[in-house]
């Protein structure tokens, strides 16, 4: 029943390692997002994608590498991780045309990343 | 300035209170808003779209100006479960997808 799930809930690795989360959804949406809320609580997105497509990319480092595989999923790689990469990454999911920008996003549970 | 701003609060207010947030955004191009309410180490759940004429939900009302670029959301009635950090969020639709920003959030805490 979960409308948007991403996996792993917690990520603690070290400095230095590449890392992995996946996100999917079954609402049916054509459009999926990564947003990360650092340790103030600001929640600021970094990709959107459309349709496999990316659209919105927000000056993020190239070490984060978004990669949509169908329009269901969205997944996100991290290379060489830095320590200010700790934060809750949140996946999220909507319709997203013109006619579409009252239609809310809907969020996954988040994901705790800790970087030792 | 930062695109979206709420006054960070936190706002506490004993049980049966009516609480007011404003949010104001600086981008006039700015299309839709929302107000999300987000349970301490949860993720961001939908409260309510704010609509141009103003909108009610049971106790919740929003409000939009957008002449003077902000929106507010007006609690009745306050409940102790109605504590919880809330997000303004402001939406613009560029070239194929929907943007949206988020205000850092107001923190409420409703007490007996």
């Known amino acids: 029943d979960t409308a948007v799930s991403q996996t792993p809930k917690y990520l603690v690795t070290q400095m230095g390692n590449d890392k992995s989360i996946k996100c999917e959804q079954n609402l049916g949406h054509d459009t999926m997002y990564w947003y990360k809320q650092d340790s103030k609580k600001f929640l600021k997105i970094m990709f959107s994608?459309?349709?496999?497509?990316?659209?919105i990319n927000e000056t993020v480092p190239n070490r984060f590498s978004p990669k949509s595989p169908d329009k269901a999923h969205l997944n996100l790689h991290i290379n060489s991780l830095e320590l200010g990469d700790s934060a809750v990454y949140f996946c999220?999911?909507?319709?997203?045309?013109?006619?579409?920008?009252?239609?809310?996003?809907?969020f996954g549970d988040g994901t705790r990343l800790s970087i030792l | 300035r930062k695109e979206v701003e709420q006054d960070p609060g936190p706002f506490n207010v004993p049980e049966g209170a009516t609480v007011a947030f404003n949010c104001t955004y600086s981008n006039s191009a700015s299309q839709s808003f929302f107000w999300y309410r987000q349970d301490c180490r949860k993720e961001p759940k939908l409260l309510m779209s704010?609509?141009?004429s103003g909108n009610e939900d049971g106790r919740f009302t929003a409000q939009l100006n957008r002449a003077s670029q902000y929106i507010s959301l007006l609690i009745r009635d306050s409940k102790l479960s109605d504590s919880a950090t809330y997000l303004c969020a402001v939406n613009i639709f560029t070239g194929g997808g929907n943007k949206l920003t988020f205000g850092t959030g107001t923190q409420l805490k409703v007490e007996l």
């Open positions: 999220a999911s909507s319709q997203a045309g013109d006619r579409d920008r009252y239609q809310p996003q809907h």
């Open positions: 704010v609509y141009s």
């Open positions: 994608y459309n349709n496999k497509e990316l659209i």
